[in-house]
């Protein structure tokens, strides 16, 4: 598998699937950390972000109450736990870090602008 990157797969619709993330060459412990992704023919979407001090989050509402984001700092791990999939969840999903403590949100959508580090995007398909 991949040595920096996200671990993706296949899932079936109400199903769960935990994405995992590295960024090669950054100690992702002094960051933030956001996830991305990327429909078919869609627009790049900012889901989620995690500030360095673990606490501070952000969700779209298109993924609230059903994703997590956590972070292990000792293992410079970053992870996004997926639950009650929805086909429409179908995505290409990066993680990424802006190499600074905090995520930028911007009228409420989180900005991939500033993220200077991605991981290598990996594709979540679900379906039935």
């Known amino acids: 598998g991949p040595a920096a990157g996200v671990w993706g797969g296949l899932v079936q619709p109400g199903g769960s699937l935990t994405l995992s993330c590295t960024v090669s060459g950054l100690n992702l412990a002094n960051y933030a950390i956001g996830w991305f992704r990327q429909a078919p023919g869609k627009e790049r979407e900012g889901i989620s972000c995690?500030?360095?001090?673990?606490?501070?989050?952000y969700y779209a509402d298109s993924v609230k109450g059903r994703f997590t984001i956590s972070r292990d700092n000792g293992k410079n791990m970053a992870y996004l736990t997926m639950n009650s999939l929805r086909v429409e969840d179908t995505a290409v999903y990066y993680c990424?870090?802006?190499?600074?403590?905090?995520?930028?949100?911007?009228?409420?959508?989180?900005?991939?602008?500033?993220?200077?580090?991605w991981g290598k995007g990996t594709l979540v398909t679900v379906s039935s």
């Open positions: 990424a870090s802006p190499g600074v403590a905090g995520c930028t949100v911007v009228a409420g959508d989180l900005s991939a602008y500033g993220m200077d580090y």
């Open positions: 995690i500030h360095r001090n673990t606490r501070d989050t």
